[in-house]
């Protein structure tokens, strides 16, 4: 279907279902490993990934930012029909997810032990940590590489391939995930043998495709100036700022946690983190979904199409969130012992304290996500820059520092939802200013 020409709801929903679909498939993805970990492995399993979830950030981040970065520049340029130079950006950001990312694992598996006290861990997280890291930095670079093929295959207008791939990686892992930690009591070394060759099973499926007849970008000699993948970066800088400010803040809580409530602690922040990573990661995929479909929009100067595809994209994260308040609100217990064994009770009851106040975040983050992903889209990475550090560094770690003198222990159960809120109004504030009707186009 024309991206630029066909009718708004059915271009919209083309890309916005896939795009879900793949996003509730890597959600599932974790969420299993979180229910296999926490039910076959216990406490230490979960605050393992927890304490190595900074390391995922970095990389993750850095993937994102290329992928979509590098992505949108050849949106803009195939809706201007550049397909030459679509298909060159798309080579070199290929030739520099894969430098970057098994040179930044090999040293990060080189020296874990050094990185695992700097987080905090001790003794024996550590150990646990390690047995998890050690096999998933081996596997990672595939999964970098495999994020950015993603991107690009919904700009080829495959977003159905992809949502493909996504699902797979994810049934992939969960029975691997079964196999692994239930049927040969693996543990944790499981749990992450499990992920990894889920995670090389995305890149296989994805690339294939760009040397089909289908393909509209291909892989090409990556000469010349890198200078389109440095402007890529720093389009798609929004989104490496907010996987890493994620990364940091996971750091901070997981400190305030562990002194304020031990191993258990962690382990309830994690549970929470699932719980919050459902809703978002759907209206991630809405969002994310405009990516492809504002950005060549843009490249032919659509404005009002691009107001129709917000409009949509607004009222379908605000129907998201509802969904997952109710869910919240009526039945946390349940959502809890998904992941917790019934011994686990002091675990359990922090992740129902936690419950109170979280919900609040699903009224403001779909609108969030939409705003920051459209002011990506349309190059302005600095707006969406300062809303993606808003929402996931600047404000989480000023509340969980500064509420709890005002509401004790509660106060860190509020630091994510009041960030998520502040946030609200300083997105808003933005799209007023870089709104469709005020797009200046250069030329």
């Known amino acids: ?8 709801s059915s271009v919209f929903f083309q890309y916005s279902i896939p795009s879900v679909l793949g996003m509730l498939a890597i959600s599932s993805a974790n969420i299993v490993d979180g229910f296999f970990i926490g039910n076959y492995v216990g406490d230490f399993g ?6 190595s979830l900074p390391i995922f950030s970095l990389l993750f981040g850095f993937a994102l930012m290329l992928a ?17 130079n679509a298909s060159i950006v798309f080579s070199k950001t290929i030739a ?17 032990d050094t990185i695992l006290y700097l987080f905090g861990a001790d003794e024996n997280l550590t150990k646990i940590a390690i047995e998890y890291l050690s096999v998933m930095l081996i596997f990672i670079p595939f999964l970098m590489i495999g994020i950015v093929l993603d991107y690009f295959v919904r700009i080829d207008n495959r977003p159905n391939l992809s949502f493909i791939a996504l699902l797979s990686s994810a049934v992939i892992n969960f029975i691997l995930d079964w196999f692994m930690i239930v049927y040969l009591q693996e543990g944790i070394f499981g749990a992450a043998l499990a992920t990894g060759i889920s995670q090389f099973a995305l890149l296989v499926i994805l690339l294939p495709h760009f040397f089909s007849k289908k393909a509209t970008l291909r892989f090409v000699k990556p000469l010349g100036s890198y200078a389109e993948i440095i402007k890529a970066c720093y389009n798609g800088a929004s989104e490496f700022v907010n996987e890493i400010s994620l990364g940091i803040m996971t750091l901070i809580f997981n400190y305030v946690m562990i002194k304020n409530f031990g191993v258990e602690g962690i382990a309830a922040f994690t549970v929470i983190e699932y719980l919050i990573f459902i809703g978002i990661m759907i209206s991630f995929g809405i969002s994310d979904s405009l990516q492809p479909i504002i950005s060549k929009n843009f490249g032919a100067k659509e404005n009002k199409r691009i107001e129709e595809f917000l409009k949509l994209a607004f009222i379908s994260t605000s129907l998201v969130g509802v969904a997952m308040i109710v869910f919240i609100i009526f039945i946390p217990d349940t959502l809890a012992n998904i992941f917790l064994e019934d011994t686990n009770q002091k675990t359990k009851q922090l992740v129902l304290n936690f419950a109170v106040f979280i919900w609040i975040i699903f009224l403001f983050d779909g609108i969030n996500l939409v705003i920051s992903a459209y002011l990506t889209a349309i190059h302005k990475p600095l707006a969406s820059m300062i809303i993606a550090l808003s929402r996931s560094f600047i404000f989480p770690v ?9 509401f004790d222990t509660q106060g860190i159960f509020l630091a994510i939802p009041m960030a998520e809120a502040i946030t609200f109004i300083i997105a808003i ?15």
């Open 398 to 406: 000023l509340f969980i520092f500064a509420l709890p003198f005002l």
């Open 46 to 51: 979960l605050a393992a990934i927890n304490i």
């Open 68 to 84: 979509i970065g590098s992505s949108v520049i050849s949106g803009k340029l195939i809706g201007e029909g550049e397909i030459k």
């Open 1 to 8: 279907m024309n991206v630029i020409k066909g009718k708004i």
């Open 96 to 112: 520099s997810i894969t430098l970057f990312s098994f040179i930044t694992c090999t040293v990060l598996f080189l020296n874990i």
């Open 429 to 443: 504030i933005l799209f007023r200013k870089f709104s469709p009707r005020k797009i200046i186009y250069n030329s």
